[in-house]
């Protein structure tokens, strides 16, 4: 699988409606699903593993957990799905991830982490990655991300999703780790320089995705994260710019139109009121921005306010700009 360019999983964002949003801008960004705990799968409702269509590949299900054997028995049951990859949380750095000793908690127990990787590789027929940190509270980001990259790399893990910032448990909320934690873009770089036969992505506070592969050129690739939410044309150029192939080029009334004939075969009202939400930053600095938002915001009138919106779009915006 290219990963030169990803989308990076985020909670209550990364659903299917917003990958299906995303692939009407890019068809080859790797997609990731949100994080869903073990516990989740094996106890709950494995209907969640369900919820892609063909069209958001390539896509990646990113897992939650600290249970060796609970993360084995997933990855086996993940081979009858068409998910490209499995991908592993170390970095969520929520006090409730925390609690459950899962995400960025899991930096500080290596050997554990290990054990997770080597369960699930041994169960899985799909390629097993690792979403990781430059390290946790007060430990240091040099000898000690080394240990920990050389000590899970054991297990046949070669590919690193890296946030270039620290975790600062129990003091930063999740909003602060993404801001307050300061960037250390070349600490990522020096990690492939002393991992070369691994596989980096980096993540974290890339805004400008000519700048980042230029930038990142050492690496294999980059991660957005939020700006490729609050601001969903941002893919419209990654086909060309990292894959040397045609961007998609629809215009702004084609991809609404193709979402809301999307939310028309969907049965569950959440689900549609979800994409209404993810479909906001799509209109971003257009004139008629705060009008359609409003439209699209009253899900009770949003069926009436289709041919609207369409109409608002329709002679003023004709590509993505």
Known sequence: MNRK???????AKTDSQYRFLARQLSSK??????????????????????EYTGIQKPLVLQLGGNDPEALSKVCFQVKEFSYDEINLNLGCPSPKVKSGNFGAALMA?????????????????????VKIRLG??????????????????????????VHARKAILDKLSPKDN?????????RVIKLKEDFQDLEIIVNGGI???????????????IMLGREAYSNPRILQKIDST?????????????????????FDTLNNKSEIKRGLIHMHGLYSGLKDARRIRILLSNFNYFKKAKNEIISLLDNNYSKVA
Do not use: W
Not at 207 to 221: Q, S, T, V, Y
Not at 242 to 262: R, W
């Open 29 to 50: 960004s790797v997609l990731f699903t949100e994080m869903i705990h073990t516990n989740a799968i094996l106890y709950g409702n494995k209907n969640k593993l369900h």
């Open 5 to 11: 360019f990803c989308v990076a999983p985020m909670m």
């Open 178 to 186: 993404r801001e307050i934690p300061p960037l250390n873009y070349e």
């Open 242 to 262: 990292f894959y040397e192939s045609d961007d998609m080029n629809k215009s702004l009334k084609e991809i609404t139109e193709n979402m809301f004939n999307y």
């Open 136 to 161: 946790i509270n007060d430990g240091d980001i040099h000898d000690s991300l080394d240990k920990f990259v050389s000590t899970i790399s054991e297990c046949k893990v070669k590919v690193f999703y």
């Open 109 to 129: 127990q290596p050997e554990l982490v290990r054990d997770c990787l080597m369960a699930m590789t041994e169960s899985s027929n799909k390629p097993i990655t």
């Open 207 to 221: 805004k400008n995705i000519e700048k980042a592969k230029k930038d990142f050129a050492k690496l294999d690739g």
